[in-house]
């Protein structure tokens, strides 16, 4: 019987089963990078090999026509700011609550995030912000699916084609996530995913692009990818002039790191049940413990997996900070944290320093100088304030009995909230 005592006060953790490694480098994982070093195809500079292979499988498993490998997720984005024709003095919205990599890509391309606040009782982008805060420079929106809970697409295709702007999905909290039967990556202009290493499929370091667009996947190709690939794909116009040269940052990805994603990608349906089954197991057992509030999830989306959001309600909690809270869950086994920043108020936006002396926000191109204020995004801000995250993306086979373990550890927090007003959050 475990103790009821806390283990931040001195008690036995909750927790004293191992928890699995992730990512997961099993035999079959091995064998495949293996493969790849004894081919001797350490760096690819064409569409062909392993690159290739895995470029259609993903397109295949997305249902869309093309995929672009990258080095990283944020790469991606960048690319496909790029091909949606942003430049300086033009404007993406955004929300804040995402990784900060995601809003940096916008300026990478030169253009400036404007940012919109979350859906009421949501995460991503509220829809009549992309109506509120388009302007006449704005040419994109990216949607995050945070935390694996796909955006309301149907409202935020309608939004974004009433303002003419395409539409890019960041889908790096979200593989294998479906939203009415479409995978999300599928249903905007397209889609980026991160393949880094604690996502739900893993190159070490890694990215991929999709779209059904012949033009945005030519124009997405120029900012990264090797002039090799470049003259082997380009058949526009507009690209196939800058075939010879690109543009040359260097974006192309790792065949070791693909031969993984490559081995891992076939699992990925059969992992997400299973971590989607893993959620709802624990949120059964531990349902009693109402200061804890996850979301709703509506029964036309199924979740991808990256970490588990809920709300703490400090006032249920009989005013013990959230901070507290996590500190006694995790001193029990159970790893938890606060989601990301509010980065809009941080120097980086606040100071406008990105390529220095203003740039992209007072560039001679831009229509108007754009500041963001504290409080410019209250749902974000009480959003932020409450919002944790559950890692358990590693279970991705069935874990009742860590589970329960995890289970009891809530349930030992919860019976002991007074004595946590005492510790320092």
């Not at 869309?64 to 990258?70: D, E, G, P, Q």
């Not at 409450?386 to 373990?405: C, G, N, R, Y």
Request: proline share 5%.
């Amino acid at each position: 019987m475990i103790s009821k005592d806390l283990a931040i006060l001195g008690g036995e953790k909750a927790v004293n089963l191992p928890t699995p490694k992730w990512p997961r480098i099993a035999e079959e994982e091995i064998a495949a990078v293996v493969k790849q070093m004894l081919l001797g195809s350490l760096s690819e500079v064409s569409r062909a090999g392993i690159i290739a292979e895995f470029e259609d499988e993903f397109a295949a498993y997305q249902g869309r026509k093309y995929a672009l490998s990258f080095s990283d997720g944020t790469a991606s984005i960048h690319a496909a700011v790029f091909a949606a024709g942003v430049g300086p003095g033009d404007e993406v919205l955004q929300t804040s609550n995402t990784w900060i990599s995601a809003i940096n890509a916008i300026m990478h391309g030169n253009g400036i995030p404007v940012f919109c606040d979350v859906a009421p009782n949501g995460f991503a982008i509220d829809p009549e912000e992309i109506r509120r805060k388009a302007g006449p420079r704005t040419k994109a929106v990216i949607v995050t699916h945070l935390w694996g809970v796909p955006a309301k697409m149907d409202e935020i295709l309608e939004a974004a084609e009433e303002k003419n702007l395409v539409v890019i999905e960041d889908c790096s909290h979200a593989h294998g996530a479906t939203y009415r039967g479409k995978k999300v990556g599928s249903i905007g202009d397209m889609g980026c995913f991160s393949l880094q290493a604690s996502k739900s499929i893993v190159a070490g370091e890694g990215g991929i692009m999709v779209t059904d667009d012949r033009r945005f996947y030519e124009r997405a190709m120029l900012p990264g990818h090797h002039d090799v690939r470049l003259q082997q794909e380009l058949t526009l116009e507009e690209t196939k002039r800058y075939a010879t040269a690109g543009l040359y940052w260097k974006y192309r990805a790792s065949p070791l790191g693909i031969a993984l994603a490559k081995a891992q990608l076939k699992h990925l349906d059969e992992w997400t049940r299973n971590r989607r089954e893993n959620r709802e197991y624990l949120l059964r057992q531990i349902k009693d413990v109402k200061f804890v509030i996850w979301p709703e999830i509506p029964d036309y989306v199924e979740l991808g997996f990256y970490g588990t959001p809920a709300l703490y309600d400090q006032v249920a909690a009989n005013g013990v900070p959230r901070e507290a809270f996590m500190k006694a869950m995790a001193a029990e086994g159970v790893p938890i944290s606060e989601g990301y920043a509010l980065w809009y108020v941080e120097p980086l936006f606040q100071d406008q320093f990105f390529y220095g002396r203003g740039c992209p926000w007072s560039c001679p191109y831009a229509d108007r100088h754009i500041k963001y204020k504290p409080g410019d995004l209250p749902r974000t801000d009480a959003l932020v304030n409450k919002q944790m995250v559950l890692w358990m993306s590693q279970f991705i086979t069935p874990a009742k009995e860590i589970l329960d373990q995890y289970a009891e550890a809530f349930h030992k927090v919860a019976e002991n909230m007074n004595k946590l007003k005492s510790i320092k959050a």
